[in-house]
């Protein structure tokens, strides 16, 4: 059973549409982290939270804008989305926010941008 | 800057052969940690294996093992009688010691294939 849950599973949106992506983690964690991955690519890291508050942005597009409510929640906004924004979204928690901790991942979200 | 080799794409094996994966990495760090992370079909990374620098012993974790080798910047991984389960894709990963400008730095990822 896997301890970090995303939702959804699929989705696909316009590129004038305005999406969330949710991700919770059950292991008491604080740290939670944003991947995007294309096919056959390694997962790209996009955004870091450390006690709930934003620690790592890497350089991402505003068209990505990532919300952490609780230690336990981390959500992924999603507006105006390009096709190439097409991919897998994994989110990951660790125990704390340095990038030396082992990660454990969420099944992801496929989102595939029309 | 640091990097990791994968340099092994693709590998397809008959179930019950041994595996092995391997993984170079480049750090001008002298505190550095090593990771194995196993990605099945369904998509999700499982993490497998996290190693600090100054630890060299080997690891063995059932059907799993791991070699690390610092004077060949080396942290290869075998899976010992493979199982059409283990086919995934396996990415090795590396961290340098936590700081400002820590970075999480994967290689690109070995596909194993694992056939009856």
């Known amino acids: 059973d896997t301890e970090v849950t995303q939702t959804p599973k699929h989705l696909v949106m316009g590129m004038t549409n305005k999406k969330s992506l949710k991700c919770e983690q059950h292991?008491?964690?604080?740290?939670m982290y944003w991947y995007k991955q294309k096919a056959k690519k390694p997962p790209e890291l996009m955004f870091v939270?450390?006690?709930?508050?934003?620690?790592i942005n890497e350089s991402v597009p505003s068209r990505f804008s990532p919300e952490c409510p609780n230690s336990s929640l981390l959500n992924l906004h999603l507006h105006a989305l390009q096709p190439e924004d097409s991919a897998l979204y994994l989110c990951?928690?660790?125990?704390?926010?340095?990038?030396?901790?082992?990660?454990?991942f969420g099944p992801g979200t496929r989102l595939t941008v029309t | 800057a640091q990097k990791v080799t994968q340099a092994q794409t693709e590998i397809s094996v008959v179930e019950k052969e041994d595996v092995t994966l391997d993984c170079v990495y480049e750090?001008?760090?002298?505190?550095?940690?090593l990771f194995w992370y196993k990605q099945p079909p369904s998509g999700e990374l499982v993490f497998l294996i996290r190693?600090?620098?100054?630890?060299?012993q080997n690891e063995i974790s059932g059907r799993y093992s791991w070699n690390f080798q610092k004077s060949t910047s080396s942290f290869n991984f075998t899976i010992t009688a493979s199982q059409v389960v283990d086919s995934a894709v396996y990415f090795c990963?590396?961290?340098?010691?936590?700081?400002?400008?820590?970075?999480?730095?994967f290689g690109k990822g070995i596909t194993l294939s694992v056939r009856p």
């Open positions: 990951a928690s660790s125990q704390e926010g340095h990038l030396s901790y082992e990660q454990y």
């Open positions: 292991m008491g964690h604080r740290a």
């Open positions: 939270y450390s006690y709930e508050k934003l620690s």
């Open positions: 750090t001008r760090d002298t505190t550095y940690y």
């Open positions: 190693r600090n620098s100054f630890d060299e």
């Open positions: 990963a590396l961290s340098e010691a936590p700081g400002a400008n820590s970075k999480l730095t």
